[in-house]
C-alpha cells in the first residue's frame, strides 16, 4: 500500500507510507511468521474475521524488500515496481525537501497502484490526492 496520511503535527499537515502487506487465514499465520523471521521485518495483527496480517512499513525497509523481491514477484509486479520506484525517492530525501516535481510524481505513482490494487472503499482521485498535497490543479 502507498498511502497518504494525514498528521498533526509538522509543517505539512499530511505524510507518504509506503506499507508491504501480506495475508492469511489465522490457522494458518505461521507462514506469515515465517515471512517475517526470513524478513526480519514486520508485525503481525489478528483481525476479528479470522484473518492475519503481517505489515512492514518503512522506506528503506520497504525499499530493500523489493528490492530483493521483485524478481521473483509474478502477482501485483507493477504496484511493486511503482512502490519501489517511490521508496527511491522517498528514501533518499528528507520529506520537507521534496519538489513539487517529486510529489506529483508520488502522487502519480500512488493512483497507478490504487488503479491496480482490489479494495472495497472508495479511492481518492487523483485531484482529491492533489488537493491533499496542496498541489491543486
Not at 7 to 20: A, E, L, P, S, V
Not at 85 to 105: G, M, P, Q
Not at 115 to 136: D, F, Q
Amino acid at each position: 500500500m502507498f498511502q497518504i496520511k494525514r498528521r498533526k503535527d509538522g509543517n505539512r499537515k499530511w505524510r507518504f507510507m509506503c506499507t508491504i502487506c501480506f495475508y492469511q487465514d489465522s490457522r494458518h499465520k505461521n507462514s506469515l511468521k515465517w515471512i517475517q523471521e526470513i524478513l526480519n521485518a514486520g508485525y503481525m495483527s489478528d483481525r476479528k474475521d479470522g484473518i492475519t496480517e503481517l505489515r512492514i512499513n518503512g522506506f528503506e525497509t520497504v525499499q530493500s524488500i523489493l528490492e530483493s523481491l521483485l524478481p521473483f514477484i509474478r502477482f501485483k509486479k507493477i504496484q511493486a515496481k511503482a512502490m519501489y520506484n517511490a521508496v527511491k525517492i522517498l528514501s533518499n530525501k528528507r520529506f520537507v525537501d521534496l519538489d513539487d516535481y517529486e510529489i506529483l510524481h508520488l502522487v502519480d505513482l500512488m493512483i497507478e497502484i490504487q488503479n491496480r490494487n482490489y479494495a472495497t472503499k472508495s479511492k481518492k482521485s487523483k485531484n482529491e490526492l492533489l488537493k491533499i498535497v496542496g498541489l491543486t490543479p
